[in-house]
């Protein structure tokens, strides 16, 4: 069997008087593609942000990489990726900019990451425009290009799919594919379980706060 | 830890570069208090320029709280600060880059400030060495406490009219030092300045340490 | 058992408070004499600096709980309370000094204030610990606010020498030196006054302490409150999940 990456039993998280996440248990392996389906607002999102020590359980265990991320952030989230809902990228910078100063950072190689731009159809033209000027789907989807060029083990996904066109999500898709293939463990929440389900290897349903491992068919 | 701070410090300023929000609204923002000091103490040149080291640094000290806000505003808008968190960068390379930055927009600032006092309030700056020493002490000072300040004041949403009553009172012996300094230099007794720069450098080194400290809490608090 | 022992003791402070005040009033107002040169002023020194002592002793306070509750293994929200509760009794006596202060100040300088160094020092930390109540009103979740305030205050703590250090050359280098810094230097103190003044320390320390605790308890009690209205949340979202399944 491969490794366990992700153990969460029985974790109850609160955002401020809101339980997110209720009695949440949820695995993951390496090399699986685990899909986290569910209505806006079920806690897909929350246990994404668990998994990374960006939020704290009040109750339950978690532990990614046989640590526990609320104690030993810095060791999960080394090895781990994340692409939120916001595009955490500078609008006032171009894409390459963004690449380059990630790089700087020693988060990423830019090159790699305009690899991965290109495959997902963004051109150098583009690449060198301001983001703010770019459409949604282009700023989609240089946002996934950093997130996903960083080496990680872990690569954690909030809704990839949105505001990308039929085409690329295809292209997304591959890249997602090939990411798990080569060893990388993803997860991923998505609100159109049509779309994900392609890729899936297991596929948990979340309703309010609690995830349900749906029987594959 | 310094690589990240030039690598922070490189890209506010292209990004300054890009939007010239400083440029288009804090600079002339800085214009207007000295005009307004020009009206406020009647257009009387000799009162002004008694005057001027106190008026200066009050312009200074509203447009640097300005540009510390901006300095905030980018990382806002990039949601950076859960983002450095999640890259797992040293936050006090962070901080510094953020000082380095607001205080590089800060020099701007102050030579702009003091080329409009010295035209409109009529007033030689004599001594310009010793002067914009204390500019550039004084702006490092303001810049390590406001950068701290401002991601301290920033809760679910932006509270910039929070930030001025948290960084002016903190402030106030940088205020208070680099206007007597300036008093001392203009006066033509430098030697008088020269308690005033101790506590200049001793209050910039003292929240340079504390900012890179307590940085790394703030963001992850 | 324990709760009402505590309780018992919490009201007997209240009243030692009280009755320390009153017997402050009749002391300072009525058995004690005028002074010879500042007659009848001199009243107010029996409240002052007893106000004074309180302030400076609330954000000590403040200071160390905020400093207890950044330490991770001190790490309690008791110490946020704690450095709120006292803070907030700290810029009401802050306040209170000021404006005694200034009362002296009109009739024995002239003025309603004066820019003498340890008055200046005294209305920074005035504005400093504003700041520190308005930081806490900043909406975010309880941890960061407990974070927040406390480097907040640490911050402030920091900063007081500085100031004191830079008011203190700015008022005394090259100007004449200035009026007597405080209402005591200029007082010879002895026998009933003193004993008023001893009275005024106490009680006004009584006070301090009773209105902290007051507040502390009352900021548990909210936050208990909190507490089980999650608890009720939790149980909710968890009976959707059961019917859901």
Known sequence: MARRVVQVRNVTVLLGRFPALARASFDAFEGEVVVLEGPNGSGKTTLLRLLLGLVVPAEGEVVVFGVDPARMPSAVRRASTYLGHQAMLYDELTADENLAFFERLRVLHAAQAAQLLERLGVDRRERGRQVRHLSQGQRRKVALATALAKPAELVLLDEPHAALDPEGKALLDDVIVDLARGGRTVVLASHDPGRSGRIATRRYRVVAGHPREVPAC | MLRVAVAVWRKDLSIEWRSRVLLNQVVPVTLVIVVLFGFGLDARTTLLRAALPGLYWVSVFFALTLAVARAAAIEGEANAGELLRLLDITPSGVYLGKVLAVATWGLGIEAVAAASAAILFNAALVDPLLLSGVAVVADVGVSAVGVVLAQLATGERASESLLPLLTLPVVSPVLLAAAKAWQAGLARTPSLAFPWVEILLAFSCIYLVVGMLVYGIVLEG | ?245
Not at chain 3, 185 to 194: C, F, L
Not at chain 3, 198 to 207: D, H, P, R, Y
Not at chain 3, 213 to 221: K, M, Q
């Open chain 3, 1 to 245: 058992m324990r709760s009402t022992q505590l309780r018992r003791l919490r009201r007997a402070i209240g009243a030692a408070a009280l009755v320390g005040v009153a017997a402050t009033a009749w002391l300072g107002l009525v058995v004690t004499p005028p002074a010879e040169f500042f007659g009848n002023l001199v009243r107010l020194l029996y409240v002052h600096p007893s106000m004074a002592w309180v302030a400076f002793l609330a954000f000590g306070v403040t200071t160390l709980a905020s400093a207890l509750y950044l330490w991770r293994r001190t790490r309690r929200p008791a110490w946020d309370l704690l450095a709120a509760a006292s803070a907030e009794v700290g810029v009401v006596f802050t306040g209170l000094t000021l404006v005694t202060g200034s009362i002296w100040g009109r009739p024995t300088w002239g003025v309603w204030w004066t820019w003498d160094a340890l008055l200046t020092a005294t209305a920074v930390l005035f504005l400093l610990y504003l700041g520190y109540l308005a930081l806490r009103r900043v909406p975010m979740s309880e941890e960061r606010r407990g974070v927040r305030s406390a480097v907040w205050a640490l911050i402030a703590f920091v900063d007081v020498p500085i100031i004191n250090q830079s008011v203190y050359w700015w008022r005394t280098l090259h100007q004449r030196p200035s009026l007597s810094i405080g209402p005591t230097n200029a007082v010879e103190v002895h026998g009933i006054m003193a004993v008023a003044l001893a009275v005024s320390f106490v009680s006004f320390t009584l006070t301090w302490v009773w209105m902290v605790w007051v507040r502390f308890d009352l900021a548990r009690r909210q936050r208990a409150l909190e507490q089980l209205e999650l608890a009720h949340a939790i149980a909710e979202r968890l009976e959707s999940v059961e019917a859901g399944s």
